[in-house]
């Protein structure tokens, strides 16, 4: 069974400063990883997508890697802003198409 | 073009009454999903639907849960006898099938259920 874990639950940092979200899964064998964003009392808005072969995808002043032998991947977030202050989730679905299994989520909050 | 909506965005209701939660796809995605998201328990997996399939209902807590998908579009998922541990955001979510390609999960803005 799939587990994912977000580790810390909570950051905060200054306005500038990069983010460094951390996201960790047990099982490999994975299709793809995506990372979300959700602010308070809304639903959650699609970040970026990693297929299973790729290493890293960008948009913007997001990057979000992917180390499968590890179990790992990372979104970073350059040149944080207060407007970036939300919680941010990983999810891994077993198979194409499939159900998305998340983590707990990093709540992230930029201090002008 | 419009994204996926959920209906009501938030609904009070007495323990023990039944209620039923709405969600509108995007046009032309075949998957749709529900999923629950409380305090306690993080984002859960309900049910999955994929075009003419039967639907993966691995993730529904208990009977009193249930989900039907008219027309390959509208869902709705019904609660039976509400209990308090049923207060939660509810999620649904769609995304177009692909064999290979991705296939990211579009969000609605949910419906909060509280359970008096």
């Known amino acids: 069974k799939q587990e994912v874990t977000q580790i810390p639950a909570a950051l905060s940092v200054p306005e500038g400063e990069n983010l460094v979200l951390n996201c960790s899964f047990t099982d490999s064998a994975i299709y793809n990883l995506q990372w979300f964003r959700q602010d308070p009392g809304k639903g959650l808005t699609s970040l970026l997508l990693i297929q299973s072969s790729q290493r890293e995808q960008t948009s913007g002043r997001l990057n979000a890697s992917l180390d499968k032998s590890s179990g790992r991947s990372t979104l970073y977030i350059a040149a944080s802003q207060p407007g970036d202050s939300a919680t941010y989730l990983c999810a891994i679905p077993k198979a194409a198409g499939n159900k998305l299994t998340f983590g707990g989520g990093t709540r992230v909050l930029v201090k002008p | 073009g419009a994204g996926v909506s959920q209906s009501p965005s938030n609904k009070v209701t007495e323990k023990g009454k039944d209620v039923e939660l709405r969600c509108d796809p995007i046009?032309?995605?075949?998957?749709l999903y529900w999923y629950r998201q409380s305090l306690g328990q993080g984002l859960e997996f309900l049910i999955y639907?994929?075009?003419?399939?039967?639907?993966?209902k691995s993730g529904l807590p208990s009977d009193r849960f249930s989900a039907e998908r008219t027309g390959g579009s509208v869902s709705t998922l019904t609660i039976q006898r509400t209990q308090q541990e049923d207060s939660a955001v509810y999620l649904c979510?769609?995304?177009?099938?692909?064999?290979?390609?991705?296939?990211?999960?579009?969000f609605g803005p949910g419906t909060r259920l509280t359970v008096l």
């Open positions: 046009s032309g995605h075949t998957a």
């Open positions: 639907f994929q075009g003419n399939s039967a639907p993966d």
């Open positions: 979510a769609s995304s177009s099938w692909t064999s290979g390609g991705a296939d990211t999960q579009y």
